[in-house]
């Protein structure tokens, strides 16, 4: 079992940044392929950036390519987002994900623990 809790979210105007932390606990951590995912208001869930189990592999949706980076410590059981180059359609909830492989995946139906999100608001 992994639970997880996301912080870090908030308020920041556009062409800033933000870093979010997802803190897991449980034994497996270290094994768990990671995920971050977002949800604006009115709009479904999406993909923003995956970690396999050590964090040498990752994966991002187009839409932040080159503007977050996905990082995990396993040793502090916490995953990281940095979002630099904020712009108001990167709003919304953000959701950490873990799945019961070390191997990422971009779908939200891979993972099996979820946390309960931080909000991030980006100001024009």
């Known amino acids: 079992q992994v639970q997880l809790v996301e912080s870090g979210g908030g308020l920041v105007q556009a062409g800033g940044s933000l870093r979010i932390s997802c803190a897991a606990s449980g034994r497996t951590f270290s094994s768990s392929a990671m995920g971050w995912f977002r949800q604006a208001p009115g709009k479904e869930r999406e993909f923003v950036a995956a970690?396999?189990?050590?964090?040498?592999?990752?994966y991002y949706a187009d839409s932040v390519k080159g503007r977050f980076t996905i990082s995990r410590d396993n040793a502090k059981n916490t995953m990281y987002l940095q979002m630099n180059s904020l712009s108001p359609e990167d709003t919304g909830v953000y959701y950490c994900?873990?799945?019961?492989?070390?191997?990422?995946?971009?779908?939200?139906?891979?993972?099996?623990?979820w946390g309960q999100g931080t909000q991030v608001t980006v100001s024009s």
């Open positions: 970690s396999g189990w050590g964090g040498a592999n990752t």
């Open positions: 994900a873990a799945r019961r492989n070390p191997s990422y995946a971009t779908y939200s139906g891979a993972y099996d623990y």
